[in-house]
T-cell receptor
Framework: GESVGLHLPTLSVQEGDNSIINCAYS??????FIWYKQESGKGPQFIID?????DKRQGQRVTVLLNKTVKHLSLQIAATQPGDSAVYFC??????????FGTGTSLTVIP | ETGVTQSPTHLIKTRGQQVTLRCSSQ?????VSWYQQALGQGPQFIFQ???????GRGNFPPRFSGLQFPNYSSELNVNALELDDSALYLC??????????FGPGTRLLVL
């Protein structure tokens, strides 16, 4: 079956620094990945996605890197702000349905 | 904020009872997925509906069932509730192969 795992359960960074959150997946057939942000008491919020035909995708202050050889993806947040404090999940799927989520990394931004 | 709404926001039931949770999908989305999120864990895929038909199911027993209506809204039904069913239940809507947009969730407590 599919499994997705995050490398660190917690991460603390200074405001203004860059954050890197890592994720590994088990199913080499996974072809679509999404990073979500979840704040306390809310549903997951879409951040950025990437398909398996890409290695890198950039958004506003965020970059996702995909390494299919080692089945690893990362989320980089530039100039981390207090509003970035949340739990971050990576989710993988095949054909864009039945997403499998990791356990999440809790990011704390220190002012 | 996404256009996905869920009701109720909170619910308390006792063991053995039945519960129905509701979800209205974002306008233009014909696919609805349901997830269970236990405290401190990532969302776990329950099942997905596409154009009123079940389109995939995760590792959940048959007492978890669902429906999707012609307007693409959806229900999740859980029979014979168990204590371990206490969780946040998330609904997400999408077009196939595109990011899933999550609602705020229904928090279910089984006593």
């Amino acid at each position: 079956g599919e499994s997705v795992g995050l490398h660190l359960p917690t991460l603390s960074v200074q405001e203004g620094d860059n954050s890197i959150i890592n994720c590994a997946y088990s199913n080499s057939a996974s072809d679509y990945f999404i990073w979500y942000k979840q704040e306390s008491g809310k549903g997951p919020q879409f951040i950025i996605d990437i398909r398996s035909n890409m290695d890198k995708r950039q958004g506003q202050r965020v970059t996702v890197l995909l390494n299919k050889t080692v089945k690893h993806l990362s989320l980089q947040i530039a100039a981390t702000q207090p509003g970035d404090s949340a739990v971050y999940f990576c989710a993988g799927s095949r054909y864009g349905n039945q997403f499998y989520f990791g356990t999440g990394t809790s990011l704390t931004v220190i002012p | 904020e996404t256009g996905v709404t869920q009701s109720p926001t909170h619910l308390i039931k006792t063991r053995g009872q039945q519960v129905t949770l509701r979800c209205s999908s974002q306008s233009g989305h014909n696919t609805v997925s349901w997830y269970q999120q236990a405290l401190g864990q990532g969302p776990q895929f329950i099942f997905q509906y596409y154009r009123e038909e079940e389109n995939g199911r995760g590792n959940f027993p048959p007492r978890f069932s669902g429906l999707q209506f012609p307007n693409y809204s959806s229900e999740l039904n859980v029979n014979a509730l168990e204590l371990d069913d206490s969780a946040l239940y998330l609904c997400a809507s999408s077009q196939p192969g595109t990011p899933e947009w999550f609602g705020p969730g229904t928090r279910l407590l089984v006593l």
